[in-house]
């Protein structure tokens, strides 16, 4: 059922998950922008990949060293924060590219 709900429509707003996760990434993308009227902003899309690059060496680099799981939870999250800030950078709606993203997996299986 999740399935094919997926593979028509990506998400489901009805979903309690789906909404305390919509809650959170809003919670975000809220922050990206109050940030970027005290001067943070990314220059380029290129710093933002470079971020992400770093944040994946730091994942790396939890799951090898077998540190705590808050710790790697805590880098994960960076991840994330990085791979949003570029989504929102470059212009398209987070929960437009999840939900074809959704659609894109939901079609593999």
Not at 62 to 68: F, N, V, Y
Not at 87 to 106: D, M, P, R, Y
Request: charged share 25%; glycine share 6%.
């Amino acid at each position: 059922m999740v399935t094919q709900q997926l593979r028509t429509t990506g998400f489901s707003s009805h979903n309690p998950y789906f909404v305390r996760t919509m809650n959170t990434l809003q919670k975000l993308i809220d922050l990206e922008q109050d940030v970027r009227q005290f001067g943070f902003d990314w220059p380029d899309q290129f710093m933002i990949l470079t971020q992400i690059i770093d944040e994946c060496g730091e994942v790396h680099e939890e799951i090898e060293h077998s540190s705590s799981q808050e710790k790697l939870q805590e880098e994960i999250g960076d991840l994330l924060h990085s791979v949003i800030s570029l989504c929102i950078f470059s212009g398209f709606s987070l929960e437009e590219t999840i939900g074809k993203t959704n659609v894109k997996f939901a079609r593999r299986m």
